[in-house]
Every structure is written in structure tokens, then in C-alpha cells.
């Protein structure tokens, strides 16, 4: 998982991101959902790592900018350690960040949820 100093969301940077334009924020945040969980996709299925390392790591380094762009930056360091993993034919390590996403898409979804993020 990424390091605990980094807030999973910021919604005020989210929205300054966006231009003020909430219907532009909300696109991206769902375009990093749709990405992100489709179970049977790239990132989705850590065994498809070692199959196709450079589909995964260009959906993983599109995930890394939308994540950026959706202001989340404790799910941009783990995609971004997931495509250096990819990159650098660190497989193993690769998949066992694969591994982490689906506990971090559960703590985006609390803290958007719940609207604020954990102390």
C-alpha cells in the first residue's frame, strides 16, 4: 500500500483540477473506476501481468494520470509503483501491487463515502 502521509482524496484539488467543473471532476473519477475495476481488464487480472507486461503498464500509466487528475494521491504513488514495477520487468513486484488495488479502490470509495479522509 502507499505510504500513510498520503490522503487518499482531496476533493478541493479534484475540483480546481477540473476547472471548477464539477461534471469534469466527476468524469475523471469515474473513468478511474471504470478502469480500475474491471476485474477481467489489464490491471484487474495480476496473472495477465506476466502475459502482456506492456498493455498492462500503458493501462497502468493512464490510471496513474487520471489518479492524478482525480486528485487521489495515495492511489497515484501505488499505480505509479505498479508501472515502474511493470517497466522495469519487476513482475513479482508488480503483482503483489496488483494485489493492492482492490484494498485501495475500498478506501477511495469509503472516504468519498464518508467525505473526508482517515486521520
Known sequence: MPPASDPIYDPARAL?????RPQLRDATLLGLFELLEDAGG???DVAHYARDPAAVYE???RAVGLARQAAMPALETLLRALADALEAGA???AQRLGQCL???LAAVRRVLAGGGNPE
Open 16 to 20: 480546481a483540477i477540473a476547472g471548477g
Open 42 to 44: 489489464p490491471l484487474g
Open 59 to 61: 493501462v497502468a500509466h
Open 91 to 93: 513482475l513479482d513486484e
Open 102 to 104: 482492490p484494498e485501495a
